[in-house]
């Protein structure tokens, strides 16, 4: 599994954007998806889940500013990300649950950057 993140840039605060990833190769595997974000010099830190079935969970620093859905005939996971602040700014991952095959996956990462 290939899992292909992009949507970051610069924003300032207060304002949107919205990250996307893509799953390729044996997908029919994969179970959950998750956004994790890394900000410099701190550890990695899960930002929303969702399940198969479309559950969503959310990061208590997020919750209520941003969206996490999937499209699953595009194999893809989107976080919509409302509000933003200085302090989202990370890389943000993609990472993808295969409960069948025991791992997971994860992207490449893509940068986001908050100006206050």
């Known amino acids: 599994v290939q899992l292909q993140a992009s949507g970051g840039g610069l924003v300032e605060a207060g304002g949107s954007l919205t990250l996307s990833c893509v799953a390729s190769g044996s997908v029919s595997s994969i179970n959950g998806m998750n956004w994790y974000r890394q900000a410099s010099g701190q550890q990695r830190e899960l930002v929303a889940g969702i399940t198969s079935g479309g559950v969503p969970t959310y990061g208590g620093s997020v919750k209520g500013r941003f969206l996490i859905s999937r499209d699953n005939s595009k194999n893809t996971v989107y976080l919509q990300m409302n509000v933003l602040k200085p302090e989202d700014t990370a890389v943000y991952y993609c990472?993808?649950?295969?409960?069948?095959?025991?791992?997971?996956?994860w992207g490449q990462g893509t940068l986001v950057t908050v100006s206050s």
């Open positions: 990472n993808a649950i295969d409960i069948p095959n025991r791992r997971d996956y």
